[in-house]
């Protein structure tokens, strides 16, 4: 067999190719004719980010008021929402009328190599350099949880790329997670990890402790240095009126302490109506590395924020138990 059939190059052939600097749709977080990952929890605004993104992208707008796009059509495969939710939500964010924004209205359909071909050629005839895939689960019936399953189902938009066609993949997240964890943002996408093996980039977003506020984080980027994690928040000016605003990027310092955060809140949901000196004894059994003064300030905080609560126990004890009306 010679090396034509095998494919086989030598390094000096490699290093006599050029090869184009990365085009970025939105600048930092979602390249051209790349695979990118955004998982979230439930109640995340991921729709709601979804459409912003389509909208500036369709105008050549500022993601944020600060990270540029690539004027390009969208596709967006919406198999959660209705036709008048799209609606609803796409006028409240105040975009018009685009003839650089498709979507498509739910129709049960899985990939296949046939649905992938259809795309590609309406991608290239409608100049759409991406497709949105809302949710994952919702375009097949693999096993989720098995590997070589879900490794089909990661050809599909594998054979996207190779048509240099960009992929936003909606992917949910397991039911434990947030911000600690003791696994990373890519341990947390629900199902194999074939799926997240297999895309360029992955950025992940959650609530943050106010009800309107998101971080958002880059998880995994194969062409560039992860971004610094930001907070987003949702604004609703009115009932027929919203806008997405840039908050602030979150240093390093932050950071932790947000993770340390959302591991106290987890322990307190995982050991309810426990007091103080229980829940530190939880996190040294778990391991969490949280010295006893940052659980009481994290408790503290948690407290403050609403998102906990707590009774009078025995002697000067507080007993916290989670607000579910959080």
């Known amino acids: 067999m010679d090396n034509e059939a095998l494919n086989i190059k ?4 490699l290093y006599g190719m050029s090869f184009p600097p990365t085009r970025w749709l939105v600048e930092k977080l979602i390249p051209d004719g790349a695979i990118t990952i955004l998982s979230a929890p439930p109640s995340s605004f991921k729709t709601w980010l979804i459409l912003e993104i389509a909208g500036k992208m369709s105008k050549g707008m500022k993601l944020f ?4 796009t690539e004027k ?10 209705g036709e008048r939710q799209l609606s609803e939500r796409f006028r409240k964010l105040g975009i018009g009328e685009s003839d650089n924004i498709f979507y498509q209205k739910p129709s049960g359909r899985k990939l296949d190599s046939d649905y992938i071909k259809e795309l590609v050629v309406y991608c290239k005839t409608n100049d759409i350099s991406l497709v949105v895939f809302d949710s994952l689960a919702r ?4 096993n989720e949880n098995d590997a070589s399953e879900m ?3 990661a050809e599909m938009f594998v054979d996207l790329r190779e048509h240099g066609i960009a992929s936003l993949i909606i992917c949910h997240t397991r039911k434990s997670n947030g911000l600690n964890r003791n696994f990373s943002a890519n341990d947390s996408v629900r199902g194999s990890s074939d799926i997240v093996a297999m ?3 992955h950025i992940s977003i959650r609530r943050d402790s106010k009800k309107n506020y998101i971080v958002i984080s ?13 907070l987003a928040k949702f604004v609703k000016d009115s009932s027929a009126s919203s806008h997405w605003e840039f908050l602030k990027d979150i240093d390093n310092e932050e950071s932790e302490w947000d993770k340390c955060l959302e591991s106290i809140y987890d322990l307190v949901k995982q050991n309810q109506y426990s007091n103080q000196k229980q829940l530190i004894n939880y996190s040294k059994q778990k391991r969490l590395g949280i010295a006893e003064k940052k659980v009481r300030s994290a408790l503290a905080e948690l407290e403050e924020q609403g998102r906990i609560g707590s009774n009078a126990g025995e002697r000067t004890a507080k007993i916290y138990f989670i607000k579910e009306d959080f």
């Open 65 to 68: 008021d600060k990270y540029k």
């Open 10 to 13: 030598t390094l000096k052939e």
């Open 199 to 201: 895309c360029d980039n």
């Open 72 to 81: 390009s059509g969208v596709l967006i495969l919406d198999e959660e929402s």
């Open 151 to 153: 490794a089909r189902v």
């Open 139 to 142: 375009f097949h019936t693999a």
């Open 218 to 230: 880059q998880a995994k980027n194969r062409f560039d240095e992860e971004c610094l994690p930001f």
